[in-house]
C-alpha cells in the first residue's frame, strides 16, 4: 500500500491537465472508478483511506502500462559528425556512418513525441557535435515550432559562432556545457567560463548550465558501458528498458541506448515505431547505468 504521500502525489498527476487546472471532482473520480464522496473525504477532509488509494495505485499501473505501449523518445541524434576527438568518447572510432537528421526524420520524431512527452524538452544530441548541424537554424524552429522545448548538451566549440541562432529560437534552449575544453586546465578554469557564458545569456531564453560529469574538485568519466562484465539483475532499473525509452539516430533507427556509440541495439526505425519496445543488447550485460528504482517505481 501506497503512503499517503505517495497516494497524494499520485493523485496530483492522475489530475494533471495541460492548462494547469485540475480534473474536476467529478472527473477524477470517474477515472478512479470511486464514489465522488471518497475523492472529496481525500481532498477536503484529508481521509485517504484504503479504498482511494488502491484505486490511485491501479489507474497509475494501468496508465503507465498503457503510455510504455508507445517507445518514448529519450533524445535524438541531429548529427553524428564531430569536431573533437576526446580520448575519452567512442565516437571518433564509431563504425557508423555519419550523416545529418534530415527535415523529413525530423517532423516524424516530434509528431511521435507529441504521442507520449518525456519531459517538456527534447534532447537533440547523442554521439556527434549538435551545433554543426547544417542547416541548424531550421532544424531548430522546426522543434519550437511543435511546441517542444530544447534541450543540447555542446562541446561549446562553436558556442561564440551559434548563439545568435540559439538566441532566436521562440522557445526555451538549455545548453550543458561540457568540459572538454578544459579537461586539461581543471574544474576552476571550467567554471570560471561556464560562469562568463551564464552572465553572457541571463534574461533570454537561453540557459547554459553545468555538464552532468563535472564538480567543483573533479571532472568523472564513465566507461561507455565498457567495464567489467556484471550478471544481470532484473531488479536493477534502467530507464530505457523499463520505460521503453529509446534513442533515435540521424538516420531514423532507433536504439535501444543512447551509451551504444556504434548502433549495435538498433531494433526498428522512426519510420514505424508501432509496437516497438526497447530490449537488452551486449553493452548492458558491461553497464554501470544500472541502479536501485526511485522510489515509487
Ligand atoms: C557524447 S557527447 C555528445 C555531445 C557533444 N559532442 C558534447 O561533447 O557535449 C554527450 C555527453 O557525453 C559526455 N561524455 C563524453 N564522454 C564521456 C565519458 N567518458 N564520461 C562521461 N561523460 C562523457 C560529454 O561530455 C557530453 O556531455
Ligand atoms: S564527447 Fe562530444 S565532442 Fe568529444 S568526441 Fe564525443 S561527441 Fe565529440
Ligand atoms: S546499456 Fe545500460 S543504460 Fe543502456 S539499455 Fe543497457 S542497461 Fe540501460
Redesign the pocket.
Known amino acids: 500500500m501506497a503512503t499517503v504521500a505517495e497516494a497524494q502525489a499520485a493523485l496530483a498527476r492522475l489530475r494533471e491537465r495541460s492548462d494547469g487546472v485540475p480534473l474536476s471532482v467529478e472527473s477524477t473520480a470517474a477515472l478512479l472508478g470511486v464514489p465522488e464522496a471518497v475523492v472529496t473525504n481525500a481532498l477536503d477532509h484529508g481521509k485517504w483511506g484504503w479504498q482511494i488509494q488502491l484505486a490511485i495505485l491501479e489507474t497509475e499501473r494501468r496508465r503507465v502500462a498503457e503510455a510504455r505501449k508507445i517507445i518514448g523518445i529519450y533524445n535524438i541524434e541531429l548529427t553524428n559528425y564531430?569536431n573533437?576527438k576526446?580520448s575519452?568518447?567512442p565516437?571518433p572510432t564509431m563504425g557508423r556512418a555519419k550523416g545529418h537528421m534530415s527535415e523529413v526524420i525530423l517532423a516524424l520524431c516530434l509528431e511521435h513525441s507529441l504521442k507520449r512527452r518525456i519531459g517538456s524538452a527534447l534532447i537533440i544530441?547523442?554521439?556527434?557535435?549538435?551545433l554543426l548541424h547544417p542547416e541548424l537554424e531550421a532544424r531548430l524552429r522546426q522543434i519550437a515550432a511543435a511546441g517542444i522545448d530544447i534541450e543540447i548538451?555542446?562541446?561549446g566549440v562553436l558556442l561564440e559562432k551559434k548563439l545568435p541562432v540559439l538566441l532566436s529560437i521562440p522557445c526555451r534552449v538549455e545548453l550543458?556545457l561540457?568540459?572538454?575544453q578544459w579537461v586539461q586546465q581543471g574544474p576552476d578554469a571550467y567554471f570560471a567560463a561556464l560562469k562568463g557564458w551564464q552572465e553572457r545569456v541571463a534574461g533570454t531564453n537561453v540557459t547554459i548550465r553545468q555538464?552532468?560529469?563535472a564538480s567543483e574538485k573533479m571532472f568523472?568519466?564513465?566507461?561507455?558501458s565498457k567495464g567489467a562484465p556484471q550478471a544481470w539483475d532484473p531488479s536493477l532499473y534502467c530507464e530505457f528498458l523499463w520505460d521503453n525509452r529509446c534513442t533515435v539516430l540521424w538516420n531514423g533507427d532507433l536504439a535501444s541506448c543512447c551509451i551504444d556509440c556504434d548502433g549495435e541495439s538498433v531494433f526498428g526505425s522512426i519510420t514505424d515505431p508501432a509496437g516497438m519496445r526497447s530490449r537488452p543488447w551486449r553493452g548492458c550485460e558491461t553497464c554501470d547505468y544500472r541502479h536501485a528504482p526511485p522510489e515509487g517505481r
Open positions: 564531430c573533437l576526446c575519452y568518447c565516437q544530441n547523442n554521439f556527434g557535435e549538435p548538451n555542446s562541446n550543458a561540457s568540459v572538454h555538464a552532468s560529469n568523472f568519466f564513465h566507461a561507455w
